[in-house]
């Protein structure tokens, strides 16, 4: 029979898979339909002009996590902080919206008069200056959406996100998007008409806010409250820089110094693919901070340090199996884009042994956060941003698109080695154990099974039956090895139904 604390850090660990759960619904759906997404531009448009949306909606991107300065994260921390006050929650999320609004239409107004200048210093090629004016009302609309959906994810009512950040956005990018190629449009019309779709997400989002929500959001407070509130935000505007400096910067090197649009489109798809591995560590983060914070506000460090192990854990064991079937059908994932974007083999390999190390990692970021050590977080990711600027000015200048990825990805590695030392050092709090070789003895004879099928297979059914196979393999190595009693306990007192199987 479990204890109370054991009773508490369960119900802990509850809202956090349940926020995952939610999130790997939603997110799974809105991958599948971002897959379709991607399928349907780079066949659509070729690796050319697919490359000129690529570059202007990674920039696009990078404004908007400069655009709401930082609001969309502090309402994470401010919501739950004030969760007995509606009054307060209303005047900060009013100021919250008032700074998305204004910090979007300024630096889209801004990426709009600067585009031909843009243009003229990467890819050279006048239809990037039309997609990125478009791409200026994109960042509007898009931040105000973000920032109405962080509301949801802040009262831990996650399904409301994934509807209208994921899913709903992903649908009406592909219908858009399908209109526009049905009909003709090149680059510049199929970018216009996403735009659209763009505009209509933010519609519904705000419809869902007012009648799914008893915020309204106000004017007003002390200065103390504003001051209080950017003390929070900016900080975590320059993190989001720092971030991007070292996520998304390899990218628009990639434009600027080889100027080349159909080596951007290949570069990103290797991306996008790698970005799946991310899911199991993004889920859990959907309700580990604000239940974080409160732990660490109600000084419960014991129960927070037993949360921060076990997600760590899940996050890595969740995350092998589809690092493993990348690993090893690489070439054959990147083929179903077209046969122009298999020559980014090596770019996927090495953005997938990031992945690997970014959910190793766990949720140390958001560790450091919500311990009030932004700031830690804040330098973090500025000093590690900048120095991946500078590798992948040397790795492109040597290798190529090889090098954007190399130079990524070795930066990655060493910001998570730093974030999960500085939690232990600042507050005694270590996410690791032995318990994590099992997963690794069960991810690497999944990987070994599926590479042997290679040899009978190949194309779409080795992809299918491989994936199939490769998943049974591990599921039955993680039992074989032993399921670790806190994780029994878990499972049992959640779903009564699994006591017998796992006994």
């Not at 407070?221 to 820089?241: I, W």
């Not at 083929?335 to 140390?364: D, H, K, R, Y």
């Not at 560790?367 to 040397?394: A, C, F, K, P, R």
């Not at 154990?433 to 069960?442: E, N, Q, R």
């Amino acid at each position: 029979m479990p204890s109370r604390s054991d009773s508490g850090l369960y119900s802990s660990l509850r809202s956090v898979t349940r926020g995952a759960s939610v999130f790997a619904i939603g997110t799974g759906l809105s991958k599948a339909l971002g897959f379709v997404f991607q399928v349907l531009l780079t066949r659509g448009l070729g690796a050319e002009l697919y490359g000129i949306y690529t570059y202007g909606f990674t920039l696009a991107m990078f404004v908007v996590n400069f655009a709401d300065l930082g609001t969309s994260k502090a309402i994470l921390k401010f919501i739950p902080q004030y969760e007995d006050d509606l009054l307060q929650q209303n005047r900060l999320l009013g100021l919250a919206y008032l700074t998305s609004f204004g910090g979007s239409l300024l630096l889209g107004g801004s990426l709009y008069v600067f585009a031909p200048t843009i243009t003229e210093l990467t890819l050279n090629d006048p239809l990037l200056a039309d997609v990125l004016r478009i791409f200026a009302v994109f960042i509007v609309f898009y931040t105000l959406t973000r920032t109405v959906s962080s509301v949801f994810q802040s009262v831990e009512r996650q399904a409301y996100k994934m509807l209208l950040e994921n899913v709903t956005t992903q649908t009406l990018r592909i219908l858009s998007a399908g209109t526009a190629l049905v009909v003709g449009a090149s680059v510049v019309g199929v970018t216009a008409a996403i735009i659209v779709g763009t505009v209509l997400t933010f519609g519904i989002a705000a419809a869902v806010f007012l009648s799914r929500t008893s915020f309204r959001p106000t004017l007003g407070g002390s200065r103390g409250d504003v001051r209080e509130f950017y003390d929070v935000s900016l900080p975590l505007t320059f993190l989001d820089a720092g971030r991007l400096l070292y996520r998304r910067i390899d990218v628009l090197m990639v434009g600027f110094l080889l100027s080349a649009s159909s080596g951007v489109g290949v570069y990103n798809i290797a991306t996008v693919l790698a970005s799946l591995l991310r899911l199991p560590l993004t889920g859990f983060n959907q309700l580990f901070p604000p239940i974080a914070s409160r732990l660490y506000s109600n000084g419960e460090i014991e129960e927070l340090q037993s949360m921060y192990t076990m997600v760590t854990r899940w996050t890595f064991t969740i995350s092998l199996l589809p690092a493993a079937a990348t690993l090893v059908y690489a070439e054959e994932l990147l083929g179903i884009f077209g046969t122009a974007f298999t020559t980014g083999v090596t770019v996927l390999l090495l953005f997938v042994l990031g992945e690997l190390m970014n959910a190793l990692a766990g949720p140390s970021n958001y560790m450091l956060i919500m311990t009030d050590h932004q700031y830690v977080s804040m330098v973090n990711e500025w000093v590690l941003g900048v120095l991946n600027v500078v590798l992948n000015y040397l790795f492109i200048s040597w290798f190529g698109l090889v090098g954007a990825a190399l130079a990524t990805v070795s930066v990655l590695s060493v910001i998570n080695f730093v974030r999960v030392v500085e939690v232990w050092y600042l507050e005694g709090l270590v996410p690791y154990s032995l318990k994590f070789f099992k997963p690794i003895f069960a991810g690497v004879g999944a990987g070994a099974v599926m590479f042997g099928l290679k040899t009978f297979l190949s194309g779409y059914l080795l992809l299918v039956i491989g994936g199939a196979v490769g998943a049974l393999v591990f599921a039955l190595g993680l039992f074989a090895l032993g399921i670790e009693q806190e994780d029994k306990e878990f499972f049992v007192e959640s779903v009564p139904a699994l006591e017998s199987v796992l006994s």
